[in-house]
């Protein structure tokens, strides 16, 4: 019986600018956080993936695969409202039951849209909702199962702008020909650990009992992967938020410490203003800086780590004097700084979390609140934080929204434009 219906947006970024962009449309790009061959392709057209390019690829090694490639500046606020017009779009045809990611959905079926030809037609409807309403460059692949794993694997077996239906008594045949590493959950990791088990392929996979799936991950999650694979609709368990981290790699111009010293309190502003939005304290900061050095250098030489307790706050003045310490015990490497990152983590929701008695505490997490109330006024017609550390003053411009594909962030939160 089918029951999930998956909805893929294909090369979402790459799309999402090609839409915006028409001179763009048919042509090979890379979208890149910022234009230097040292950073990573976040995304690819088509015909740029023909040559190989795809995401995490280098872009001094994309160039050279692609000579034709064209390198686009990420228009990361443009994405999220293209995600949202898309969510908007997809429940005018059915409602949308999870958001995965910025450019993954799942939708659940009613019986009257479980047979395979309602199901077929429905699907078409979304798609074509999609293409017509949010962009004619959006393009869609969706897949429908009998669960939202193997819908999901649907949706990746035609791309771009496919189609693709699994009945439960298709399973898990159909699965034969995909390669192990094509499963959502198998990285290169795990196949060294399912080869290890003998499981090379997906054959081998679906053929194995219970025990030896569990024996094979060394933990039920196993027994999870064989009703999956088999169909099952299984119980999902809830997720808690664990960490809130920004990272940025700098510009030529901003490698030098003090000038990447202003972009570390920029992130940390936005840190801190994101944990407020959400509700959360941390009881620990740590920053992680990576150096600009040759290859022949030892990764340990190349990198940076440190933490420190922060006893359950999340107001800018409190989290910027634990940086300020953290950051005056980076060595002296002399070495140019590359990418820098801030997290925090012991996340506690604030409604749980016992609030300090300390006059000077409690001032500073009133302050915070002011300058957010302050900045979600005065932010969206200004183009840029109203309020903000002095510190941050010559990279206030740096380290501009980003977007990781689990997670969509608000656009109510206050931010610059990109460069």
Known sequence: MLR?????????????????RPELRGKPIAVVPLLADTTSVIAAS????????????????AKRMCPDLILVKGSHDEYIRFHHRVIATIDTVIPVDKIHSIDEVSCRLVPAERPPEAARALALRVKRAITSRVGECLTSSVGVAPNRFVAKVAADMQKPDGLTIIEAHELPQRLFSLNLIDLPGIGSKMLVRLNRAGINTVEDLCTRSEKELKAAWQSVVGVEWFHRLQGKQLIERGTSRRTIGHSHVLGPERRERHAARAVA????????QRARHLGYVADELAISVAFLMPRSVAKTESRWHAYTKVQGINDTPGLMRAMRELWD????????????????????????????????????????????????????????????PASMHDAKRSAPRRIAFGNIPDLDLPDVSNE
């Open 4 to 20: 999930i219906l998956y909805v893929d947006m294909n090369s979402f970024f790459a799309s999402c600018e090609q839409q915006l």
């Open 46 to 61: 088509y015909p740029a993936k023909k040559f190989g390019v795809k995401t995490g690829t280098k872009v001094g090694e």
């Open 265 to 272: 309190v920029r992130l940390l502003t936005k840190l801190a």
């Open 329 to 388: 015990s980076m060595p002296d490497r002399r070495a140019p700084i590359l990418k820098l990152g801030l997290t925090l983590s012991g996340l506690t929701p604030m409604a749980s979390a016992t609030p300090s008695l300390f006059e000077n505490a409690v001032a500073e997490t009133r302050l915070s609140k002011a300058i957010d109330a302050i900045n979600k006024k005065l932010g969206p017609k200004l183009g840029t934080d109203a309020v903000y």
